[in-house]
């Protein structure tokens, strides 16, 4: 298999939890919730993936972190693929619900998605190359503002009743990556 099996596999996921919502036995509108709650749902163990695949390199070098962090574009392609199935559910959901979501949200969102899309955009060489320092400033920015929006997001859940569990555990997740990524962020500078 090639190593491009994480974007096939979003692609999969993101289409898959799009087609259980849309056959789930609940009407219409419903039914596009479900499919923008799962998709988002499904993209977001690819995106811890792809956030945390280099620190898991740099902290426990072996055979399977080398492999995360070597495929780590890879994953991220795979989480862009599911999560724009899930921005095509979601507006669709917006537009047969009639809901609205306020302007801030819709910039933090959109902006996300922008960048999102930046980022798979330039995933090759040809555009490091061309991007230079830029190119590692736009990946940044890019990984942890949707690291921000995940958080937020999930963490916001914690205090509903019917969704604590899982903002609770997604929010552990999040909070575990940037952990993660602090440690070996450490860890380079000691080895300066």
């Known amino acids: 298999m090639t190593r491009a099996w994480p974007l096939a596999l979003g692609i999969l996921l993101g289409f898959g ?7 789930s036995p609940v009407e219409a509108v419903e039914q596009w919730r479900l499919a923008a709650r799962w998709t988002a749902r499904v993209g ?14 740099r902290l426990w070098y072996g055979d399977f972190t080398r492999e995360l962090w070597r495929n780590r574009r890879w994953w991220g392609l795979g989480f862009a693929a599911a ?17 609205t979501r306020p302007l801030p949200l819709l910039l933090v969102a959109g902006t996300g ?15 490091m190359r061309a991007l230079g320092r830029n190119w590692r ?7 942890h503002w949707l690291w921000g929006i995940f958080t937020v997001s999930y963490a916001g859940r914690i205090f509903e009743p019917e969704t604590m569990t899982t903002g609770l555990i997604a929010t552990l ?10 440690a ?6 000691k080895a300066a």
Do not use: C, D, Q
């Not at 939890?17 to 056959?23: I, K, M």
């Not at 400033?137 to 990984?143: C, E, F, M, S």
């Open 17 to 23: 939890a799009l087609w259980a919502g849309l056959h």
């Open 44 to 57: 977001f163990p690819l995106f811890i993936i792809t956030y945390s695949a280099s620190s898991l390199g």
């Open 184 to 189: 070996a962020w450490r860890k380079g500078r």
């Open 113 to 127: 998605y922008a960048l999102m899309f930046a980022m798979a955009l330039t995933s090759n060489a040809a555009a």
């Open 137 to 143: 400033r736009l990946h940044t920015l890019g990984i």
């Open 83 to 99: 999560h724009t199935v899930h921005l095509y559910a979601l507006l669709t959901f917006l537009k047969v619900s009639g809901e």
């Open 173 to 182: 997740f999040t909070l575990g990556a940037l952990a993660l990524r602090i």
